[in-house]
């Protein structure tokens, strides 16, 4: 009876011990899965689709460093459309408010390039809820910009916003103490009274930039345009009305343009997006700047901005 016991026992600690095995390959396999996922080794795109299809990359959100919206995330995307050789047409797909003027501009620029590049590969500009400054500074390069009824369009302008609090600390009692090496190093600081000479320098580089903008938009849209004034003063309409100024070409969705005028339904998207790796490198390098920072400010450390 006691060897039986024994031997029951043991064959119940040899199943147990297999079944552990067994459990802590599968928790490997699964942490393996995740670690390729992480690192991008699995569902990287192999250069060509495997049939003729419309690409899609999107722009979401703010245009800024960054940003999902950022100038290299965006032409990474358009250049990996446009080389393939099954994509029959692209649709840039935009939800933006705007953001940066040099960012928009880049992509902007490569959007002229691919499309000298690739002259038969259409490209088309679906806009969703909001195309706004430098949103449609980057719209205005494709061949055709098509919209929804209620899409917000247009905000061709460049602004500079802050606050002044230099009143404010007068009513406290509180004297700023700034030094500058340089006379305008303190450029429209909030909390000195502000300067005419450094406004009138701030206006020049809005208009400036501003000169520019409406340059794009002239030689994007061309003889569509409609001579109106208010065009360039960074007013918005709505889609329809936007195609009534020649902003815009047409009503028509991602699903639209691809059925009906590029002719190939299936869509494949091409837009860049992080994985968990990048994200977390970047959390990572953020969180390790700002402790760097923290230190060289509490050592009084003097910093170029």
Known sequence: MLEKVALASLQEQRRARRWGIFFKLLGFIYLFALLFVAL?????????????HTAVVEIRGVIAPDHPGAADNITTGLQEAFKDKNTQGV???????????????????????????YPNTPLYAVVEDICASGGYYVAAATDKIFVNESSIVGSIGVLMDGFGFSSVLD??????RLMTAGEN??????????????RQHAQNMLDAIHTQFIK??????????????????????????SIDLGLADAL???EYVARE???????????????????????????????????????GGITLR
Not at 171 to 176: D, H, I, M, Q
Not at 216 to 241: A, I
């Open 40 to 52: 991008g080794w699995l569902g990287k795109r192999d250069g060509v689709s495997p049939a003729k």
């Open 91 to 117: 649709v840039l797909r935009i939800n933006s408010p705007g953001g940066s003027p040099v960012q928009a501009g880049q992509i902007n620029d490569e959007i002229r390039r691919l499309r000298a590049k």
């Open 171 to 176: 009513k406290l009692g509180v004297e700023r």
């Open 185 to 198: 190093k303190g450029f429209l600081d909030p909390f000195l009274p502000l300067d005419p000479q450094q």
């Open 216 to 241: 794009v938009v002239r030689e994007g849209r061309g003889e569509r345009l409609k001579d109106v004034p208010e065009l360039f003063t960074g007013l918005m309409w709505t889609g329809q009305k």
């Open 252 to 254: 028509g969705s991602v």
């Open 261 to 299: 005028i590029i002719k190939a339904e299936d869509l494949v998207d091409y837009t860049p997006r992080e994985n968990i790796a990048e994200r977390v490198a970047k959390r990572f390098g953020a969180a390790m700047a700002e402790t760097l920072l923290r230190a060289g400010a509490a050592s």
